[in-house]
């Protein structure tokens, strides 16, 4: 599958990925300001998300493969992965399955196991709007209130707002598709290891990584480090210049530490 793409900078490439009702265009200034200063920066669009295509088909190994599709054709032979929440198990995927394909792994919020905190409030609320009474954003934005409370969710939900050929407001994603596959996206990671540099960003005051998780991110990805920063789970949007200042140093440091190893010699 072509995956819809927003490119940025020049350098060592960097692929990121969003999280579940996300896309792409999320990432626009932690590419731009900040990773696109240093990295050629892809912030992908996933598979029934933003402007990709859409399909029946919604699970990890197919993410995964779109991913390795993308580098494919676009002569990514080594990348660094970044990939937040659904994003992030979309990179492990990768990681443990062409893991010659990753150089440096950055998993932000989101453990390889089985995931404990759901979404059914919101896929509740998505599914609840009544796309015939909706004439503007604002409509949208008040039927989304009657189910979520939270303004930032619901401004970040209604970034997937379009509207269609014929004239009405509709969700980008395939919501659909997402729901009938949601319990494929809980699914722990399949048995492998990534042996390469990694990186875990956890939300102190987030639940996808628990201290019992440590373990099992150790085993698979025994390399790994484990970072927190005082935020939820979207650290990326709460602290941005913290969350790009951890990424670019674990980047830097590792990469110089890996290319001046007498093994790299």
Do not use: C
Not at 10 to 38: C, D, M, Q, R, Y
């Amino acid at each position: 599958m072509e995956l819809f793409h927003r490119a940025y900078g020049e350098g060592p490439p960097l692929i990121v990925l969003h999280g579940l009702f996300g896309a792409g265009g999320n990432w626009h200034t932690l590419s731009s300001k900040h990773f696109g200063e240093i990295y050629s920066t892809y912030a992908l669009d996933l598979r029934n998300h933003g402007s990709s295509p859409h399909s029946d088909e919604f699970d990890y190994p197919s993410m995964a493969a779109d991913v390795v599709e993308f580098a494919g054709a676009h002569g990514l032979d080594r990348v660094h992965l970044l990939g937040h929440s659904l994003g992030g198990k979309v990179a492990m995927h990768v990681a443990i399955k062409w893991p010659d394909l990753v150089d440096h792994l950055v998993v932000a919020d989101m453990s390889p196991l089985r995931a404990r905190s759901g979404h059914d409030d919101i896929i509740e609320a998505l599914q609840s709007v009544d796309f015939a009474r909706v004439e503007s954003r604002a409509d949208a934005d008040a039927l989304l209130a009657k189910r979520i409370p939270s303004e930032p969710v619901r401004q970040f939900l209604l970034k997937n707002l379009k509207r269609g050929d014929s004239g009405r407001y509709a969700w980008k994603m395939n919501l659909p598709a997402i729901v009938r596959n949601y319990s494929k996206i809980g699914e722990a990671l399949p048995d492998g290891v990534f042996e390469g540099p990694t990186l875990f960003l956890r939300g102190t005051r987030s639940r996808y990584i628990e201290p019992e998780d440590e373990a099992a991110i150790s085993r698979i990805f025994p390399n790994a480090t484990i970072e927190d920063i005082d935020a939820g789970h979207w650290i990326h949007a709460e602290r941005p210049q913290e969350f790009a200042d951890a990424v670019i140093h674990f980047l830097s440091v590792r990469q110089t530490a890996r290319t001046s190893s007498p093994a790299s010699a």
